[in-house]
């Protein structure tokens, strides 16, 4: 059974930095896309990162762009959210996915993880 767990969540003051990671269990990321989401209270889901199908280039959402980089493992088991220069508005559940189709951050992700909170205070 294929699932997708993260972890390294947790609370940091504005400025600091967090690494998320997604690993992956009787499973390993193959070339469709991979993607980091992100969900406030009150807000709807946003992409915030991603390796789009054939995973020669990364994209970012614009809110993020020079704080965040996404990435992969060299066993291809593991997804990774570098997040630096945190600031209150990055706050909300952070959700990786894979087996994404379409273009941009993609969607119909196959694989869904369960999510890690992120609280940055000011």
């Known amino acids: 059974q294929v699932q997708l767990v993260e972890s390294g969540g947790g609370s940091v003051q504005a400025g600091g930095s967090l690494r998320l990671s997604c690993a992956a269990s009787?499973?390993?990321?193959?070339?469709?896309?991979v993607a980091w989401f992100r969900q406030a209270p009150g807000k709807e889901r946003e992409g915030v990162a991603a390796?789009?199908?054939?995973?020669?280039?990364?994209i970012y959402a614009d809110s993020v762009k020079g704080r965040f980089t996404i990435s992969l493992d060299n066993d291809r088991d593991t997804l990774f959210l570098q997040m630096n220069s945190l600031k209150p508005e990055d706050t909300a559940v952070y959700y990786c996915?894979?087996?994404?189709?379409?273009?941009?951050?993609?969607?119909?992700?196959?694989?869904r993880g369960q999510g890690t909170q992120v609280t940055v205070s000011s």
């Open positions: 009787g499973y390993m990321f193959s070339r469709y896309c």
């Open positions: 996915a894979s087996e994404g189709t379409g273009d941009g951050f993609c969607h119909d992700f196959s694989y």
């Open positions: 390796i789009p199908t054939g995973g020669t280039s990364t």
